[in-house]
Every structure is written in structure tokens, then in C-alpha cells.
């Protein structure tokens, strides 16, 4: 299920529509009455509506139904509060898709805005509190217009302290020359995202920081285009872990800046340089969304467990126990041996493979301990990112000198085992961050799978204590125990 978000998290939060009658519509009349009140209301969209100019009230969840739910029009948000937009594919050849002003806490997702004359979804006069993710922007053809995202209208409008918002997730496409987004006075975290124009044409820049403004531009991947960022008068960028094509951008700002705004709520990012298949796969009305809180069934059938799991644990004295196929523990097959000690063997089957794995185990009474280190994880290896070299195993509580091992740095999970299909990472202290590695060998900061590691936010660490916790995942998606390691880095 999808949860909001980012900035439209804070001020009381977003919940659209929670509660609300569930109304379909097929009309633009229809839609335009559902939508008019403040009363709590869930609005289905089924198939194309012209909507000409919609003005939609507070606590409003407006939601497409299938691929082909269509507004021709602009959804327009005036003095609303508390507005939740998804699974819409949205066009108008006269103005705006989606346009903000004077609203709060609105959050849009998957959503496929394209060939307006004006904004594909702009924010302005004092709009506040929204997040917009997983949404596909594109044009069919170049015009003189094709700008994306304004974020505050005019440098007179009396917006300072406003405009705070987050895009995290969206793809820009074909076409698109300009504000990607473009950002007055809001402060607003631009993490996640992936820049494709694709099409031969100037692109002035994607990322725009005017007047008042602060970005905290994170780990976006630009894959075509010209410049990345453009910074206008006082503005204020900072960017990391960003790449461009096959370039790592690193730390930018403009003048002294080495610092914005910190976001208030807590979010996961992945590495830039694989958002290509991620969000390519999950932006827009076509990609993987879960719309279940609007009262659509989830129809996407059960992933079924893989058939290669272990079938069965050989004794050391030739007796052949069963193994469940979800094993990821020995202690549930020990607690009925009697006391002793055993050398354990287990045999996994696979497609043209076959994999042994022994253990030992002692059995005092009638009550058989959990093996000791039984996470499938046996410690950490630190590695230099720039240079794609292991340096040492880490110790717990070690102190470690970013003058000795380097600036640009990595912790990969030791993991042989080969159950293991991704190890969840969650990084506290100092710094909180949270990655999911999903193919060998297994990187806080991700790795190309090729031997080249990345560095991420990590260039340089900030100075200071850390607790790092790996947990495993198998193939049925079952969490595994987990292995945690305390350190620090120091000058």
C-alpha cells in the first residue's frame, strides 16, 4: 500500500479522502460535483473525462481506475487542504495539469501528466506541505513551452517560508526542456529522481534554485541533458550523490554554501546510478502501484516461493531429518536430539547444483542452544569506493581514520551462503540511512555487481559513532537473523 510521504508528512499530515464515501465518476460534470464540497470523499476516475477547469475541495482522494483513467483539463487545487492524487494520466492543450495555489498538505503519485501548454504540475501562491512521487512527465513534440514543474509563481509573490515540498522517485522523459522543478523561496528535497529527455534538443538546465530558495538535491541519476543544476540569484543548492550518464557528480553547491535546510521526516534512498530500472519500471499510471486504500483489489497474483529450498539435514550418523521449506534456523531441528555433539550437513538441490553446508552443534540436556553466529552474515569488510578496494574486515568498536582508509567509503556484508538473495542494511548514529542490496556482494552503498563499489553519500563520512545492522533476506522473502557492528570514523 502506498503511504504518504515526505513534506506532506508535517503539518497534521495528509489523509485525502480516509473515511469517505467512494464515489465513481465517467463525466467531467460528474467529477466536478464530487469534488466541490470539503466533505471526505474518495473519487474513482474511469476511463477519459474532460474536466475543463476543476476546482477540488479539501479532503479529497481523487484516484484513476486500470491504465486509462484520463483527465483533459486542469485539476486545480485553490485554498484546499489535505489532497491526495494518484494513478492519473493528465493532459490539457490550454493550460495546466495539475496547478496548487494557496493549498497545503497535497501528495500525488503516480501520475502521468504530459502535453500541457502550460505546467505539468506547478505549485504557487503560498502552497505548502506536498510531496509529488513516481510520476512521469513527458511531451509527444517540442514546443515553446514544454516546462515542467514551477515552484513559485513570481519573485513579488509573498512566499517565503512556504513552498516546502518533496520530489522524490519521478521520471522525466521525452521532451522535457526545463524546470525539473524549478524552485522560488520553498525549500524542497529533490531526491531519487531520473532525467531522461532522451530526445536531441536543448535542455537549459533540470534542476532550477532562484530567489529564497534552498534544494538538498540527492542521489538523482541524469542520464541525458545539458546542465544539471542552474542557480539564480540567492538561491541555495546542495547536491550529493548525484551521477550524471556514467559520471559521478559528487558534493555541489554554489559559492560558500556547504549546507540547507534537513528534512523532518525520515526517507530511503537508493544509489543514483541503478534508479534507471527502478524508476523507469514505477513511475506513472503504468507503473507498480498498490491502490488498495481506495477500495481497489489488489489483483496481482502471489509470488510463489522458489522450489530449490533445502529439503533435507544429514546426521552424523547417517539419519535423514526433513527440513521445512522455509529453514533458516538449525535450533528448530536440534531441540529433539539427545545431548551430545553432532556435526551437521546440509545438502541444497538446485538447478544443475548441488551445495553442502556443515555446522557443529552441542547439545547439553534436553535443550539445544541456537548455534552461535547463526546470522548468514559473518562480519563486514570496509572498502574504499574509489578505488574498489577491500582494505580489512572491521572489528566491533574499532575506530577507523578517514586519513588512513580514505574518503569515499563502503561496508560490504560477508554473505557465502547462497540462500541469501538481498541484505537489508540500516545505518544509525551519526548519520541514519537505509539501503536494500539486492544482488552479491551485498554494499551498504551498492556496487555494480561488477567488482566497482559505489560510495553514495559517503564522500566523506561525517565524523562520529555508528551502529550498522545487515539482515539477510531468502528467496521467500523472509527476513533473516541479523548481524550489527559498532564503529566510529575519525579524522
Known sequence: MLK???WATQNGGTIGGKGGAIVSVSTGSAFREAIKDTTPRIIQINGTITIDYAIVGSNKTIVGIGLDAKTIGTIRLQGSKNVIIKNISCSNPNGDGIAAADSSNFFISHCTPNNCADGLIDVTKGSDYYTIEYCKFYYDKMTLHN???????????????KLKGTFHHNYWWKYCADRMPRVRYGKV????NFYDPAVDQKVSAMIHVAIGAEILAENNHFESGDDAFDIRQDGKILGRGNTYGSKYIGEQSNGNVTSVFTPPYPYEMQIADVLGAVVRSKAGVDGDSDLTEEGVIDTTPPVEPPSNEPLE????????????KNLHSFSGIVTKLKEGTYDLKVVVSGVGETVEASKKIVVLGSKAPEPPNDSLISGFTLI?????KELLDMVEGTAYSLAQYGRKLNIKAIVTNLSVVNVRFALTGTQTYNYTDKAQPFALHGDDGKGNYYGGIWNPPPLGAYKLVATPVDGTGTALPSKEINFSFIA
Not at 147 to 161: E, K, M, S, T
Not at 384 to 388: L, P, R, T
Open 189 to 192: 528535497h529533490v531526491y531519487n
Open 313 to 324: 539435514l544429514t546426521l552424523d550418523d547417517g539419519a535423514i531429518v526433513e527440513l521445512p
Open 4 to 6: 504518504v510521504n515526505g
Open 147 to 161: 516546462f515542467c514543474n514551477l515552484i513559485g509563481a513570481d519573485d513579488a509573490d509573498p512566499d517565503q517560508g
Open 384 to 388: 574504499d569506493a574509489s578505488v574498489d
